[in-house]
T-cell receptor, first 115, second 118 residues
Framework: GEEVAQTPKHLVRGEGQKAKLYCAPIKGHSYVFWYQQVLKNEFKFLISFQNENVFDETGMPKERFSAKCLPNSPCSLEIQATKLEDSAVYFC?????????????FGPGTRLTVL | AQTVTQSQPEMSVQEAETVTLSCTYDTSESDYYLFWYKQPPSRQMILVIRQEAYKQQNATENRFSVNFQKAAKSFSLKISDSQLGDAAMYFCAYRRGGSGGGADGLTFGKGTHLIIQP
């Protein structure tokens, strides 16, 4: 598609429950990124993929967060045993592998509320 | 590690006037890219303008232009003829260039809330 698609728009989980978010990048884009925007508006980079390969996961809290981008499937971000501080808007972005200049285009985000 | 600083949490401007949003950054890289993103209340992130560090000419996109001062590590956004639809959060962002930079995450500033007074 021509836009980054994210599902669901909203997700509510009780503390300790699992949350799974999905992202379909723009067709033809090889890079996928996940960001977390907390309520104070600050963005935190979580992880990037080049096709199905993890490129940079330095921002991921690995003990509870995991992510995948498998061929012919939406990318996913999964949070095991959610905590209150995981409440945030999670954005997926994609960019095209062509040169090093390509812009990241963002999806509409998934708002996760942990109660 | 690179940092991006937006020192103005909030700015207000009269409709049709001009406003400048500030952004400074710190990096040891010589090859990098800078971006301004707009985030309206819908939370959708919209690219406003981008600047390649190797280009001396300041980027412009219609009413939006930047003042890129590489030596000072400053990247301000000027919005001319402000419109009500420009009201939003504006984020300055940095990404390194070179091999591998394409898959780097963006480093964002904390944002500036722009209010347009009718």
């Amino acid at each position: 598609g021509e836009e980054v698609a994210q599902t669901p728009k909203h997700l509510v989980r009780g503390e300790g429950q699992k949350a799974k978010l999905y992202c379909a990048p723009i067709k033809g884009h090889s890079y996928v990124f996940w960001y977390q925007q907390v309520l104070k508006n600050e963005f935190k980079f979580l992880i990037s993929f080049q096709n199905e390969n993890v490129f940079d996961e330095t921002g991921m809290p690995k003990e509870r967060f995991s992510a995948k981008c498998l061929p012919n499937s939406p990318c996913s971000l999964e949070i095991q045993a959610t905590k209150l501080e995981d409440s945030a808007v999670y954005f997926c972005a994609s960019s095209q592998f062509r040169s090093y200049t390509d812009t990241q285009y963002f999806g509409p985000g998934t708002r996760l509320t942990v109660l | 590690a690179q940092t991006v600083t937006q020192s103005q949490p909030e700015m207000s401007v009269q409709e049709a006037e001009t406003v400048t949003l500030s952004c400074t950054y710190d990096t040891s890289e010589s090859d990098y890219y800078l971006f301004w993103y707009k985030q309206p209340p819908s939370r959708q992130m919209i690219l406003v303008i981008r600047q390649e560090a190797y280009k001396q000419q300041n980027a412009t996109e219609n009413r939006f232009s930047v003042n890129f001062q590489k030596a000072a590590k400053s990247f301000s956004l000027k919005i001319s003829d402000s419109q009500l639809g420009d009201a939003a959060m504006y984020f300055c962002a940095y990404r390194r260039g070179g091999s591998g930079g394409g898959a780097d995450g963006l480093t964002f500033g904390k944002g500036t809330h722009l209010i347009i007074q009718p």
